[in-house]
């Protein structure tokens, strides 16, 4: 595989000495679907406009296919964004969106760019709709035209920020099943911003999870939810039960009435909620330490009353040990 | 393109304030030419001393602070009216009148003005005069008292008075005591406003004042027809001061709304 | 319960509006239906040749002529404003600053501000004073009282007119919407022209029209800057009732120049939908 996209100690700082970007260094494979997650303000979008252009760092460096893009506009460098609010051309149809970048390049012919422009149309199934303007569109219609228009002119790697977090739920996970199926398809390399782990993790190839401006941790989904090297990685991507320093995920904490076997970490501890989920139980513990520890439980193993004490249990594999 | 345009914008700037700043430069000129001779204060000084000017700029106060006043109750109780009856026949007519009282053009609201003073009259023993240059400037300054005042009402909560009505209080008392208080930045903007409008105004007052009531741009005017002089310079230095400050002020009591 | 109260507040300004613009405006409609009066004024017979006479060629020409100096003091505004509120609307922190200063000098004196052209163009003036000394010229240009300057003086007038509404519809395009024509491979002047420039078309048609109305009927700056050698329709309104003391005639022209405004006004309108009031 080819390094497509490489970061090299990207900074970026405002007048006010606020940080919003400090060293990430990262490099991206050509045809991965890398996610970069992190709560609001950890300087995931920051690093997306680094790489599109619209800011410049103030420090390191962007390669993209081993070239520096150092000083290039955003008109000048082969990626290409789909925003967060899709920012579609309102006075312009879904067709004039979707030529617009291929009119820019002067010397593309007409017949090429029509057949690019329907192709693009056809891959994102809004053939028909062509000379509809935004506002006539909805919401997954304009998330598509978005794709579309960055899509078909082949960047080099396609920025995508929150693309989903405009769409209403319900929508939400069937578009992102549908944008994992549409990378695939096109060969296209994504750098995809979110804030949702579920999303980070269920489309991803590879996770750089980001705080403070930092890159805490990259790797597969199931690398940096297994094996997190930060207890803030650890407790972003999902809930973590910390027990005397090491960390047990809510679904890797089992319960029983009586004590485990040899070999298994076990903690007694009295049941003070339970919570019937349909496809499991959720049940909430104290430990006679008095820390709180959750456990998700499959519902055919009983349930548990108010008040009656257990033992809290779980596999060393299972263990997250992270420093402090 | 950046420096380009602000390049252009710097050249649109000069465009805008070069010929007033020139003005007053040349207000301080020693000379009566338009020769750099020298710093000096003849002509403020000439200004003061001259009898026809300060009748003149007496005349053009008297008329601003009457119809500044005048407008600006009648103004404000018409924002207010607006503000609680949005829809209906009498809204309506006073929207759609002062819109247009905007867009009309000034010679032919003067022209018509003065053509119903002159009808009026046949039945009226009056003339021409202080009076009836105030109450045109009444008309015309009212439009931008509605205006502010409507936008400075807009952004109140109506709950409040609901409020101070449900607390036992007249409507009388719920309009002075609560919302006046907060109306009133918006109204004293908006009177500064018409108070400028009015002492500068020169087409509808030429032609509806008398023979007492010639104002402080009537002056001017003539002043400029007969070729200008660094008195006028001298006294547009001053009136461009003088209403800028008012503006600035205005402005500021607005809240950059 | 609330309804009468309301009513009361708008009672003083609706007497106002019609006593002091409405029935003016319909005595003057009244007016331009009967005949010129011996000693001025008017008089029967009820008449149409005010009408009619506006069809005379003179006439016609002179309404012909206004609007065009209406139709490129609006072009040069659109020229000088359309750069101008795009250089605002960029201008980050010091927006209210520069916006104010666009508004400023509109609040100053209208007067004022056609007489400082009039010290800077007249043959004495300070532009010809200094071409002289400098050897330029040898006899001062005829830099006043003509159409050009007539239109200098409306441009420099009207300008804030149309940099306020255009700067209003460039201030709401959303930052993204540039950014995205950016990233797709649009070079700043293309961003421009493809986007910046259509979608601020809303705020360029409502500042045209702000320009053009008081243009087409402007007095005080023909009058000072024409010096009379110029005659538009604000001159002819003025000169029917002061020196030809032709009231129905002057009645006509005025009906004639707010008819015009009003069928301007109803095209932005439809726009628009959202005034002042």
Not at chain 1, 97 to 126: P, S
Not at chain 2, 47 to 56: G, K, S, V, Y
Not at chain 3, 110 to 127: E, H, I, P, Q, S
């Amino acid at each position: 595989m080819d390094a497509v996209l490489e970061l090299r100690k990207l900074s970026k700082s405002y007048a006010n000495h606020q940080v919003a970007v400090s060293g990430v260094s990262l490099t991206i494979q050509q045809g991965e679907f890398f996610s970069l997650v992190g709560p609001s303000g950890c300087g995931k979008t920051t690093t997306l406009r680094l790489i599109a252009g619209f800011e410049e760092p103030t420090d390191g460096d962007v390669l993209l296919k081993g070239v520096s893009l150092r000083g290039l506009p955003p008109y000048a460098r082969n990626v290409s964004t789909v925003f967060q609010n899709y920012a579609l051309f309102p006075h312009m149809t879904v067709r004039e969106n979707i030529e617009f970048g291929l009119r820019r390049k002067t010397q593309m012919r007409a017949a090429e760019r029509q057949k690019r422009v329907a192709d693009a149309l056809e891959m994102v199934q809004l053939t028909g709709k062509e000379s509809r303007r935004p506002a006539q569109l909805s919401g997954g219609e304009r998330q598509r035209v978005a794709l579309a228009r960055s899509l078909v002119l082949e960047p080099d790697v396609l920025l995508l920020d929150e693309p989903l977090s405009a769409l209403d739920p319900n929508l939400r996970k069937q578009v992102r099943s549908e944008l994992k199926s549409l990378q695939r398809r096109v060969g296209i390399t994504f750098l995809f911003i979110t804030h949702d782990q579920e999303e980070a993790l269920s489309l991803s190839d590879r996770i750089g999870v980001m705080n403070q401006g930092r890159l805490e941790q990259v790797g597969t989904p199931q690398d940096v939810y297994l094996r997190p090297r930060t207890r803030f990685v650890a407790d972003f991507l999902g809930t973590v039960n910390w027990i005397n320093g090491v960390g047990v995920r809510p679904e890797a904490t089992r319960i029983s009435y009586h004590p485990p076997g040899e070999g298994e970490r076990a903690v007694p501890a009295v049941i003070e909620s339970s919570l019937f989920l349909g496809n499991c139980l959720h049940v909430k513990t104290r430990l006679i330490t008095g820390e709180p520890v959750v456990a998700q439980v499959s519902r055919l193993n009983g349930s548990y009353g108010c008040g009656e004490t257990v033992h809290v249990w779980w596999h060393p594999q299972d263990e997250i040990i992270c420093p402090q | 393109m950046k420096r380009a345009l602000s390049l252009y914008a710097a050249a649109v700037y000069l465009f805008l304030h070069l010929p007033l700043a020139v003005l007053a430069v040349f207000s301080f000129n020693s000379s009566r030419f338009t020769v750099w001779e020298g710093f000096s204060l003849r002509w403020y000084e000439a200004l003061f001393r001259d009898p026809h000017l300060a009748e003149a700029a007496l005349n053009s106060l008297i008329i601003a602070f009457t119809a500044t006043a005048a407008a600006t109750v009648i103004g404000t109780l018409c924002a207010y009216g607006l503000w609680k009856q949005k829809t209906g026949i009498l809204p309506g007519f006073i929207k759609s009148s002062l819109y247009l009282s905007l867009v009309t053009p000034e010679i032919v609201m003067g022209v018509s003005l003065l053509a119903f003073y002159q009808w009026v009259f046949r039945f009226l023993d009056v003339q021409l005069g202080m009076h009836t240059v105030v109450l045109a400037h009444v008309m015309f300054s009212i439009a931008y008292l509605v205006v502010v005042a409507l936008a400075r009402l807009r952004t109140l909560d109506p709950s409040l008075e609901e409020a101070a009505l449900d607390l036992g209080a007249t409507e009388w008392v719920a309009f002075r005591k609560v919302t006046l208080p907060q109306l009133m930045p918006g109204v004293a903007a908006a009177a500064l406003l018409a108070f400028t409008i009015s002492i500068d105004d020169y087409v509808i007052t030429s032609l509806v004042a008398g023979v007492d009531s010639e104002t402080l741009p009537m002056v001017i005017y003539a002043m400029a027809r007969r070729g200008g002089s660094p008195l006028v310079n001298a006294v547009s230095t001053l009136i461009v001061v003088i209403l800028g400050v008012m503006i600035v002020a205005s402005e500021r009591l607005q809240g950059h709304s | 319960m609330k309804l009468p109260a309301a009513r009361l507040c708008l009672l003083p300004a609706a007497v106002l509006i019609l006593l002091l613009f409405i029935a003016p405006l319909l005595i003057v409609c009244a007016y331009s239906l009967l005949s010129r009066g011996a000693y001025g004024g008017v008089g029967l017979p009820r008449s149409a040749e005010s009408y009619t006479r506006l069809f005379d060629p003179l006439y016609a020409s002179i309404f012909a002529r206004s609007f065009a100096v209406a139709a490129i003091s609006t072009a040069l505004c659109l020229l000088l404003g359309f750069p101008l509120a795009l250089f605002i609307s960029r201008s980050g922190r010091r927006k209210n600053l520069y916006l104010a200063l666009v508004i400023l000098p509109f609040w100053t004196s209208f007067l004022v501000r056609t007489y400082a052209w009039m010290f800077l163009l007249r043959d004495t003036g300070l532009l010809n004073t200094l071409l002289l000394s400098l050897g330029i010229i040898r006899e001062p240009l005829p830099l006043l009282y003509n159409y050009g300057a007539v239109i200098l003086g409306l441009v420099y007038g009207y300008l804030p007119f149309m940099v306020l509404p255009i700067y209003a519809t460039i201030e709401r395009i959303d930052r993204s919407v540039i950014e995205a024509a950016a990233d797709l491979g649009a070079k700043p002047w293309t961003t421009l022209t493809q986007i910046v420039v259509p979608l601020s078309a809303p705020g360029i048609a409502a500042g045209s029209v702000l320009v053009f109305i008081p243009c087409l009927g402007a007095y005080l700056t023909p009058d000072l800057l024409g010096g009379g050698k110029t005659i538009l329709v604000g001159n002819l309104i003025q000169n029917q009732f002061t020196t030809a003391r032709d009231w129905p005639f002057g009645s006509a022209v005025s009906l004639l120049l707010m008819a015009l405004v009003m069928v301007l006004l109803l095209l932005i309108a439809r726009r628009n939908q959202e005034g002042l009031l």
